[in-house]
């Protein structure tokens, strides 16, 4: 039997590609390198894929970055977009690991949180983004994997922050597993 998605993870899948979209587009800082930004749509992206899973987030990264450069810059950049369901969906295979629901996120998991969120990005920005702009779309290596560098830095760095303090705020209105007692 196929196990699927919630009614509340589909409609958490596109919430969050449009908000990923808002973000990307509206909340994001030039870097001064071309079409290069810090953006706080990757800290939101690995909240939720934390909250929803894998595919969810894979899904929100993939819709939410497709839609941002349809709307905002009239053609998709597809080796991105790819990078951003591979962020998403990596992350989002935490969500196995780390009970949020039940209020679970201090230093072991914030720690885990920190090290899957820069080894995916880093894979993703650093390799992926680069070499399929490359060969997708015949850029120049020297200034792709400039861009790969910049963009994968600034997204560690906005994960490991702000993701950081959605995460722990979060956890921080869920109950705690094991804290109710029954009054006798």
Known sequence: ??????IKTVVAIGIG???FAILGRFVSIPTGIPNTTIET?????????VIFGPIAGGLIGLIGHALKDAIFYGSIWWSWVIV???VGFIIGL?????????GEFRLKEIITFNIVQVVSQAI??????????????AEP?????????IAGAANIVTVGILGTILLTTYARTRSKSGSLTKDI
């Open 41 to 49: 749509s990757y800290a939101f992206l690995a909240f939720m894929a």
């Open 124 to 137: 993703g920005w650093f390799f992926l983004a680069p070499f399929l702009d490359v060969q997708i779309y």
């Open 141 to 149: 290596a020297s200034k792709v994997y400039t861009q790969g560098l």
């Open 17 to 19: 590609a449009a908000l």
């Open 1 to 6: 039997m196929k196990k699927q998605l919630s």
């Open 84 to 86: 951003s369901l591979f």
């Open 94 to 102: 935490l969500a196995y690991k780390i009970r949020i629901e039940f």
